[in-house]
């Protein structure tokens, strides 16, 4: 067993153990090869509930392992069963969501003081790999589920915006290699009888397809690595392109997918689309990506859902939200009280209220605004019950230099999607809408020379040229 550990050298390495053969033999090799790569050692252990007193035993031996070798080990503990059932997922959905709430944790834990070099480290070996590479093509994936397992990264809960590494030290070796290390090192570990029951498809897939394509394909495992790895360098170099021609954007509301003509680019851009909107979707098709791409050439406004999501063609864009970001929000809040209590969010939407002389103005225009639209109204002509809300049926809107219309008629106009015209908030008094936040104002508050005070409103930029 030959891993390439250099990588890993000067960093601080959180191994998740299980007790198995596979995490005890990754354990023993980095806690072995530690001094030479300058590796700091600690190690996690997730006791999933799933199997009873013998999960519990397990755990008791991890940490009898840790205290024996001298490496710091955090232990977390969960009924994944009742959170399988609280949540509506499957069980093993439930379990590998949680371990992974508990790889954040640990980061938290032991790599809090520089996260730039620490990492959760798995145990998944190259039979792991053919296992994910076999099943996925089985299942009608596209080239992305053929380039198996890979290393990863996963959002740390109090900074999303900071990435904490997962990586696979063991991903190149073998399930015979792994085994001949475990015994000619004398390395205790336990058996999880769950991993030899063939109700499990990768469990069938592991106990006798495996075995059997070796027997007709002398290293096939290693063949299917090779190439997984292959694939992996193709998918890289798509999403690099994707990111070059900055096709997706992630917003508050739904993802946007620039229009794109080479379906194979596209269909990537969707998948990561799809993923970005931190959903569990793994129903999707191959016919619903052709779908997807189809959307492109149908006309303005067209939808289609599917998988709970909905899709819109905007013109410009494809834009795909979770349907329950379409539901209407009933809320709203009396301007002279936002503006008091300095609020810069309304139900969930960015949005920032802020009166100023006009000299104040004149001084401060565009600071208060850096991401975004800022419109400029005259104070003294807003009434004193003005609210600021989300639309309303019967609202109507009065644009610069024309007449009356309605709020809906307006979206229209300005080609602002279905998909967001319930999350504009508005200024409105009754059914007068003052202000669309992040749009236009009407023509009834526009400033003059006369005016006094300005009322400054920032918000998201809902035009539809973003």
């Known amino acids: 067993m030959k891993p390439e550990l250099t990588a890993l050298r000067d960093k601080k390495i959180c191994v998740a153990v299980s007790g198995g053969r596979d995490s005890m033999a990754l354990l023993h090799l980095l806690n072995a090869c530690s001094e030479e790569y300058a590796i700091t050692l600690c190690a996690l252990n997730c006791e999933h509930g799933l199997r009873g007193e013998a999960s519990k035993r397990d755990s008791l031996f991890v940490k009898s392992i840790c205290e024996k070798w001298g490496i710091p080990l955090l232990t977390f503990s969960e009924d994944c069963r ?159 392109l994707i990111e070059e021609k900055q096709l997706i954007k992630n917003t508050p509301f739904g993802v946007e997918i620039a229009l794109c003509d080479e379906k194979v680019i596209f269909r990537r851009a969707a998948l990561k689309a799809i993923k970005l909107l931190n959903c569990q979707i793994k129903d999707y098709t191959s016919e619903h990506m052709q779908a997807l791409f189809d959307l492109q050439n149908s006309e303005r406004g067209k939808r289609f859902e599917f998988c709970g999501l909905v899709a819109f063609n905007e013109g410009n864009r494809i834009g795909i939200c979770l349907k329950e970001q379409l539901t209407p929000v009933d809320g709203s809040v009396l301007l002279k009280d936002y503006i008091n209590d300095e609020k810069s969010i309304f139900y969930g939407v960015n949005l ?115």
């Open 82 to 240: 009742k959170l399988s059932k609280d949540r509506g997922v499957g069980e093993e959905v439930a379990a590998r969501d949680w371990r992974r709430s508990c790889y954040a944790l640990a980061a938290e834990h032991f790599g809090k003081d520089n996260l730039g070099s620490f990492a959760i480290a798995t145990a998944h070996h190259a039979n792991d790999n053919a296992e994910t590479v076999l099943f996925n093509i089985a299942r009608g994936s596209g080239l992305a589920g053929a380039s198996g397992i890979c290393d990863g990264e996963i959002d740390l809960p109090s900074s999303p915006s900071v990435k904490v590494k997962i990586v696979r030290p063991l991903i190149s070796c073998t399930r015979d290699e792994i085994d001949a290390y475990i015994f000619s090192n004398n390395i205790p570990f336990v058996e999880d009888e769950t991993n030899l029951s063939t109700q499990f498809t990768r469990n069938y897939i592991r106990i006798n397809v495996i075995p059997s394509l070796e027997k007709c394909v002398s290293g096939a495992v290693n063949g299917i690595y090779r190439f997984s790895r292959l694939v992996r360098d193709d998918e890289e170099y798509f999403d690099k």
């Open 352 to 466: 920032s209220v802020k009166k100023q002389l006009g000299r104040e103005y004149a001084a401060n225009n565009g600071i208060l605004c850096k991401n975004g639209r800022v419109l400029n109204l005259d104070y003294s002509l807003i009434p004193d019950n003005a609210e600021i809300r989300f639309r309303r049926p019967d609202d109507r809107f009065r644009k610069f230099g024309s007449g009356e219309k309605s709020l809906n008629d307006f979206f229209t106009d300005k080609k602002i999607s279905v998909r967001l015209r319930d999350r504009i908030p508005v200024l409105a008094c009754g059914n007068n809408v003052l202000a669309v936040c992040g749009v236009e104002i009407s023509d009834g508050v526009k400033i003059s020379g006369n005016t006094q005070e300005i009322l400054c409103v920032c918000g998201y930029d809902f035009s539809s040229k973003n």
